[in-house]
């Protein structure tokens, strides 16, 4: 089982990003895919995560899969200084958990 993110950069506030994690070696079909985030000396928090669906929108960001390219998208619009942060993509299958590598975001003008 191997997911891995990419699309991070450097963007300006009230830019937009796209962020994709690529999964392998298991079913993609309906597993749970979420986004996690983590910022310098914070904990690493939820973002948004998709089970069944196709797209779940959180506010500015939207998760949704593409099962034919065995892939999770993270749109995030809107973006705010805030938002900087290692961006991660997990999945969890048989009780085990399984994380990218991560991708940095930085919101700076």
């Known amino acids: 089982v191997q997911v891995v993110e990419s699309g991070g950069g450097l963007v300006e506030p009230g830019g937009s990003l796209r962020l994709s994690c690529a999964a392998s070696?298991?079913?993609?079909?309906?597993?749970?895919m979420s986004w996690y985030r983590q910022a310098p000396g914070k904990e690493r928090e939820l973002v948004a995560g998709?089970?069944t669906a196709v797209v779940s929108v959180k506010g500015r960001f939207t998760i949704f899969r593409d099962s034919a390219k065995n892939a999770v998208y993270l749109q995030m619009n809107n973006l705010k200084p805030e938002d900087t942060a290692v961006y991660y993509c997990?999945?969890?299958?048989?009780?085990?958990?399984?994380w990218g590598q991560g991708t940095q975001v930085t919101v700076s003008s």
């Open positions: 998709i089970t």
């Open positions: 070696g298991f079913t993609f079909g309906n597993t749970p």
């Open positions: 997990k999945t969890t299958m048989g009780g085990s958990e399984y």
